[in-house]
Structures are given as C-alpha cells and as structure tokens.
C-alpha cells in the first residue's frame, strides 16, 4: 500500500503539473527535476509559510538577504568545503559506472557505512566481494569525490569559482555589514532563501536528492556567554503551542534504543542533551512549521548525528526526519551548531577583522600586567633588527612571556635573546568598557524540494475511489474553484463575475464550466483545491452560492456579497460550519 502511494503521489504529480524530470525530451538527466505549474506555486506557497514562521515572526532579531549563486573559489577554501564536501566514490572497471560507496554497502549489507574511511570502505568491499549493481564487474578502491561545481568567472581559466552548495557563506561572507545596518545588534538572524548546487555522484529518490535545489536557511548569531536573556526567551517560548520534541541522541542509539523519545527542550538544554539553547529554540520553530504543513508530531522526530556522521563545521547536529511511504523517514531540515568555524576561517582566509563589540553595562576595573622592554639597549645592540624585534615584542602573550622569563631568564623572539634585566613586569588597573568577539551561530537549514515531496506524500488520500489531496487550504497551490452549475447565460455571467472578483482580491482562482459537476468537484479534489463555490439556478433568485469543502464534501450557502470574506475565513482555518452561519 506504501509503495502504491508512492507510485500514486508520482503519477499524480507528473500527470497534474507538480513536476517531472527535466529534459525529458534528451531521456531526462539523474538529479534534475522541473517544477510545472502547480509545483511552482506548492513551493511559492511552502517558502512564504516558511518566511513567516523564521522571518516575519522573528522580525525583530531575523532580517533576510540575497547573495550570488556563484562564489571565488578563495570563500570555499576558507569555508572547508574544497577539503571536507566530498562523497566517498567507486567505479566499476568493466563498465565504468560509478557510485556512492557507503550506499552501495549499506543496500548490499545492510551495514552502516557514513563516517567510515575510505580505507574501511574498500577493505568492506574486498571482504565481501561487492561488485557491480549493473554488470557485475569488479570495483576499484574506494575514493573521495568533492561535489562543489566547478565554474570559472569570466574569460580566464585561472580565475576558478564554485556554484554554492549551501546559502550560508554568503551569509558569513556579508555578515559584518549586516551586522552594521541592523544597528550592531545581537542575537541577530540572517537567513537567505535560494537555489544551490551538489554534484552528487548517483542521485536517486526522485525529488529527495537533487543536483539543483532551493535551501531555505538561517544563520543565526549569537554571544556564546550570553545565548538569550530570560526576557527573550520567555517571550519567544510564550508564542510556541508545544515546549517538547521527540529526538533520538547519540548516546540513546550506543544504549541500543531505536525509537526517538520525548523531552522539553528547556530541560534538553540544562541538561545539556542540545548544546545551544538556540539550536533548541530553532528546533521547536521547525516542528511547528512542519505541523503546519500537514505532518503530525508522531510522524517527526530529530536525530542527533555522531561525530562522523557530522559536516566539518558543526559542534552539534540533529536532523528533523519525517516520515513517508516508500523511504521511511527521510531528513527535511537539518540543525547544526556551528560555533564560531565559519567567522574565524573568513577572518583567517579574508584577513578581515569580523569580530563584534560587546559594551558592558557597567565597565569594569582589572588588573593587567605588561612588560616593558628597555628600548635604547634593544637599540644599540641588535640596530638593524631592533624595529623587527619591537614588532614582535609587541606581539607577545604577556602570561607566557613571563613564564619564560622564570624559567629561561631571558625572551628570545625574532632570533634574538632579552635578558631578564633589560625586561619589567608591570602591574596596572585598566577599565575595561566591553569585549570584541566572534560570534557564534546555530543552523536551521531547509530543502524546500524535499518538503514539497513529504508534503504531498502526506496529503495523498483516496476517498470513495477519488483521489483527495488534503493540503492544508493555506499552501494549497489553488486556492478556490469558481463554476456555473449549469451553462445557463445568467449562470455563467454571474460566476465568472464572481472569478474575477476573488482573483482581483489576490486569490490564485480556477475557472470551469466543462462537463458534470461531479467530475469537476473531483477535478479540483485531485490537485488539492480546497474550496469551490458554485452558481446555480437559486443563486438567480436570492443571490446565495454555495460553498464545498474539499475534505468532507460538505456544502453551506453564502450571500454573493460575501463570497470574498467567506473564501478569505475558510482558507484561514474557519470551520465550513461557522461560514455558513457567518455569510450566509
């Protein structure tokens, strides 16, 4: 039954415009998907619930950006991603075929294989004797593939850039000067929504692995010695209708447990099961999203990756699964804490200061000591050198200088050798009014194609042999069909009035007047439309339509006049019932 939805979920969507593989015409290419009609406007709908939900419900500490697809190969090699993107690869040698080795052992073997060497892989595939899914042949050694795409920017081959795999560097790369036109402020928030690019070596799963795909995804900023005052957070917390998550930790999988229990993301983050108590607060964030785009709470939970399994930059991962027919649960979000990994390699990689200032509320009085160096001496006897010598003085950890000076009795910096009396260890009170600091930044990151697919997983439900798509009214890529009951002049004339009324009140509206009503109804049932207001004869005489419900097929009449409201109510939430006794 499983596979049967799945099968049904596909055809429906090629057959309906959602989507299809992309150039089908050349025999499609692996890891390319087209979205149709409908799609586009699924996931217009499905990243404007996500902006409120990250964006506009968090307008005070979130602001959004737009940064280019294509990157200078510098920013990649700053970000670790020329080293560590990479996927463990083997070929066939008979046919040439290539694949991903960890997929290939875990079909083969059922063997867990992501974080393994490529050493292991290899020694695994020798063992058993792995060989080729296709034809049989014999596999090489197991190596590494880096899935970046590689361009160049402009006419020279040496200026060699990179399509993004993720929005976030450009997120790093601009933070300091939207950290300036947000007034300086923390926490602070940048999220970005856009398309990115992975050279997967065999992608498959349809839509839940692509080549080309759109993230949705937030940076989020924040002083690790001070992660939220007790003010925001309570007021952040006060808005969410849930405090608990199921998650299923690293340490539960070594105790042998296999299903994700619950716990309240406060007591998560004082017990430290989440590290950051913004990773937590993202979390809850994107369990309501999810919820609202027609998932259950039994049917997610958040699976903390071990430290192999997890991407070079995170101190901390949990991955939000959802369940589906054919897969089983498949990640849509991931959650990462990636400390300060990404600043401090820009500042390295940019020679850029990317560091804020903290001003303390009060300053505060500390006690510092410093060396003195006795500059005429360090003068006349190194002469030419001494400028290099007072440049690296001035570089000195003091603590560890003086340590040195205990145990050696002189500093020897630059070549050169001070002797303990030419150096004076000073001690004075300095009023310090604030710190500079790197930031530190938890992740939640979202691939908008696989949520498309969940979501219509999900919402796929036959009902007296029709096909129903129950997607919540708010994302449904229609919102409501307009018919005349009958092609009657007066009929038609009134409801295509009525089309164009709902479509000039900012309604995606579908017009038709072809064959029974019985097979429109399951037309627009088909693709999801939740609401379809009919003209019928009754309608000519006391200027009342009716309005369906998708779901229960159930019909309530409502004053023309107030056709526009009722739609705007329905799509909002309200219960066919209230409507009725509203508009009718």
């Known amino acids: 039954m499983h596979e049967d939805r799945h099968e049904a979920v596909m055809e429906l969507a090629k057959r309906r415009g959602f989507f299809w593989q992309s150039y089908e015409i050349y025999g499609g290419v692996a890891g390319f998907y087209d979205l149709g009609p409908l799609g586009v406007r699924l996931k217009d709908k499905i990243i404007s619930l996500w902006r409120e939900f990250f964006i506009k419900k968090h307008s005070n500490i979130v602001v959004e950006i737009e940064t280019p697809i294509i990157a200078p190969s510098k920013v990649f090699e700053a970000s670790g991603h020329l080293e560590h993107f990479t996927d463990p690869i083997v070929e066939c040698m008979k046919c040439g075929r290539k694949f991903r080795a960890d997929h290939l052992i875990e079909e083969k073997l059922g063997i867990k294989a992501e974080g393994l060497s490529v050493e292991e892989m290899t020694n695994i595939i020798r063992e058993h004797d792995l060989r080729c899914p296709v034809c049989g042949g014999p596999l090489s050694e197991v190596k590494l593939f880096n899935l970046l795409f590689k361009t160049t920017i402009g006419p ?36 970005q929504i856009g398309r990115v690019a992975r050279n997967e070596i065999s992608p498959r799963q349809g839509m839940l692995r692509l080549r080309e795909f759109t993230i949705a995804e937030i940076e989020f900023f924040f002083d690790p010695e001070e992660p939220f005052s007790n003010d925001l957070i309570s007021e952040l917390m006060d808005r969410l209708p849930r405090r608990k998550i199921r998650v299923l930790t690293v340490d539960a999988k070594k105790n042998g447990e296999e299903k994700p229990f619950e716990v309240d993301v406060e007591e998560a983050i004082r017990d ?29 939970y958040f699976d903390e990756k071990a430290p192999e399994e997890r991407a070079h930059y995170s101190a901390q991962t949990f991955d939000q699964l959802v369940h589906v027919s054919r897969y089983g649960w498949i990640e849509v979000s991931g959650h990462s804490y990636r400390t300060d990994y990404d600043l401090s390699r820009h500042m390295k990689y940019s020679g850029q200061d990317l560091r804020v200032f903290k001003q303390y509320r009060e300053p505060i009085i500390v006690k510092k000591k410093q060396l003195i160096w006795d500059k005429a001496w360090i003068g006349r006897t190194f002469k030419s050198r001494a400028k290099t010598i007072f440049e690296e003085l001035a570089r000195l950890n003091v603590e560890e200088a003086i340590k040195e000076l205990e145990e050696k009795g002189y500093i020897e910096v630059a070549g050169a050798r001070i002797p303990r009396d030419k150096i004076t260890v000073v001690e004075r009170e300095e009023k310090i009014t604030g710190k500079r600091f790197i930031p530190h930044v938890a992740e939640p990151s979202f691939g908008v194609e696989r949520i498309l697919y969940v979501v219509l997983d999900h919402a796929y439900t036959v009902k007296d042999g029709r096909v129903v798509l129950r997607l919540p009214r708010r994302i449904a890529p229609i919102d409501v069909a307009v018919f005349p009951l009958v092609k009657d002049a007066q009929i038609v004339k009134l409801a295509k009035k009525l089309w164009i009324e709902l479509m000039n009140n900012g309604f995606y509206t579908l017009y038709d007047e072809e064959d029974s009503i019985g097979r429109r109804y399951a037309r627009i049932d088909e693709i999801g439309v939740p609401a379809a207001i009919t003209v019928d004869y009754q309608s000519l005489e006391d200027s009342t339509v009716t309005l369906r419900d998708r779901d229960t097929w159930d019909q309530v009449r409502i004053h023309i006049d107030k056709v526009v409201e009722a739609v705007r109510d329905f799509i909002n939430g309200a219960s066919l019932n209230d409507i009725g006794q509203r508009y009718g």
């Open 272 to 300: 430290k099961i989440i590290l950051t108590p913004w990773l937590g607060y993202w979390m809850l964030v994107a369990q309501e999203f999810m919820h609202a785009l027609g998932i259950g709470y039994s049917d997610m």
């Open 156 to 191: 020279y081959s040496s200026n060699i850039g990179y399509l993004r795999p993720e929005t976030a560097q450009g997120m790093f790369v601009a933070f300091k000067r939207v950290y300036e036109v947000s007034r300086k402020r923390l926490p602070l928030g940048i999220a």
